[in-house]
């Protein structure tokens, strides 16, 4: 029996490190408290290039750890095991990232560690939400090119810039994960995804200054489903239009989220420019619960940040087969409901089912806003949905 019971609990803690029985184990080797960049990036390239499962394992403990990129391809799928945690140092400034995962193809991150960016210092010197020139702070994680990938049960802290920023993904699942920032922190959006196609967050909490996910151009086939977000800026498509050279949006699903004290909720942004002419479409969210959220649901057409565009010219993003469907709970402002489409491109195919958002302001209560699109409009309807195009109203 005991014997029994030893080999079951061992094969347990097994599990619980996150080990699989098969693969190679390459442990860095250095002790807490050091600066572990060339151990990590000597310990990735050597699992990278060990021909079978490789894993390089980060144990328990709190160490230092400078820029990185750790590049595929490697010869075999590899696995990063992060128990302990990873600081970045609070002043340095490193270039376009802290740390990166690029060119891989069978690829996992777990084992519960922490990603801690060290903002706070950094935060206070910068003022990238107030104006465009300005100098860009590190993104904490990213993951660019990844093929076949799971990232499960980790922690970003307090991210200098965006949390996790992935570009060129295919098949990739977030999964448990938590990320945390102050609401005050700027510019620390939770996850944005473009240019992949299959993407799944699910069942993440996530609390920051800016998007808890935000889904930029190219993005195809996205699920987002059980994150609670909040504080932050909500869950956002786009925005879009900004830049020439941008890809269609495609098939994007946001469903069983709820959304806690965000400003905004659900939206879709695009600049009123002709920079380029693409399009968005097949973009559902279901199931959302709200709790004070400041403009729950809203597409906004006329983004326009820092006056550097100009509203005369309709975006030439066209939105269609959009819907959002059992939408419920309590906003923070009047503005419950605003759908401000494109008057060169009005939204196409746009629905609304069950939606139920009180607002007890006392500039209430809440609106429902309508310009250039005609929602098809079905159930519940609190509040009263605008049934037929109406002019946009004074601002
Ligand atoms: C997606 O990636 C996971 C994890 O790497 C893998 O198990 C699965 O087979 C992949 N699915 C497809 C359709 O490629
Ligand atoms: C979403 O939540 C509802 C109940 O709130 C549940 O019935 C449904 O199965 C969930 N959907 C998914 C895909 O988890
Ligand atoms: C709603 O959020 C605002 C801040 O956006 C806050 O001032 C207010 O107290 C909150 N109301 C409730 C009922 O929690
Ligand atoms: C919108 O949906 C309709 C009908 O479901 C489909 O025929 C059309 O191709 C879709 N449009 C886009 C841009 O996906």
Redesign the pocket.
């Known amino acids: 029996m005991g014997r029994v019971n030893f080999g079951v609990s061992a094969f347990f803690v097994f599990c619980l490190l996150g080990l699989s029985a098969n693969a190679k184990v390459f442990n860095i080797g250095s002790p807490p408290g050091s600066d572990i960049t060339k151990a990590l990036l000597k310990t990735f390239n050597e699992a990278c290039q060990f021909p079978t499962k490789s894993t390089v394992l980060i144990p328990k403990g709190e160490y230092k750890l400078g820029e990185i990129e750790m590049l595929g391809p490697c010869k075999a799928p590899i696995r990063i095991a992060l128990q302990g945690t990873l600081k970045a140092d609070g002043n340095a400034v490193h270039n376009q990232k802290w740390v990166a995962f690029r060119n891989i193809n069978g690829f996992k991150l777990n084992g519960g560690g922490v990603f801690d960016g060290e903002g706070n210092a950094a935060w206070r010197v910068n003022n990238c939400h107030k104006t465009e020139q300005c100098k860009k702070l590190p993104i904490s994680i990213r993951f660019d090119y990844i093929t076949d990938g799971k990232v499960r049960g980790i922690t970003s802290l307090d991210a200098k810039n965006f949390h996790i920023n992935v570009i060129g993904a295919k098949n990739l699942t977030f999964e448990e994960v938590r990320i945390i920032a102050p609401a005050e922190s700027p510019n620390t959006d939770g996850i944005h995804v473009g240019r992949s196609d299959g993407i799944k967050i699910i069942n993440s909490v996530i609390t920051t200054g800016d998007d808890c996910v935000s889904v930029g151009d190219g993005m195809k086939n996205l699920l987002v489903e059980r994150v609670t977000c909040g504080p932050g800026h909500g869950i956002s498509v786009g925005s879009l239009g900004r830049y020439g050279h941008e890809q269609d949006v495609?098939g994007i699903k946001i469903i069983n989220c709820t959304l806690q004290e965000t400003d905004n909720g659900i939206r879709i942004k695009t600049w009123p420019s002709a920079a380029c002419s693409t399009?968005a479409?097949?973009i559902h969210f279901e199931n959302i619960v709200l709790k004070n959220v400041t403009n729950p649901i809203l597409i906004d057409q006329e983004y326009c940040p820092w006056n550097h565009c100009n509203k005369a010219k309709p975006s030439t993003i066209?939105l269609?087969?959009i819907s959002f469907k059992n939408i419920r709970g309590t906003s923070g402002n009047k503005d419950a409901v605003k759908l401000l489409c494109s008057k060169g491109f009005p939204c196409?195919?746009v629905e609304l089912g069950n939606i139920d958002i009180k607002y007890t302001g006392a500039d209430g209560p809440a609106t429902f806003q309508c310009a250039n699109v005609s929602p098809k409009i079905m159930g519940t309807q609190v509040p009263k949905a605008c049934s037929s195009p109406v002019t946009k109203p004074p601002q």
């Open positions: 495609k399009s479409s097949d066209k269609s087969n196409q195919n």
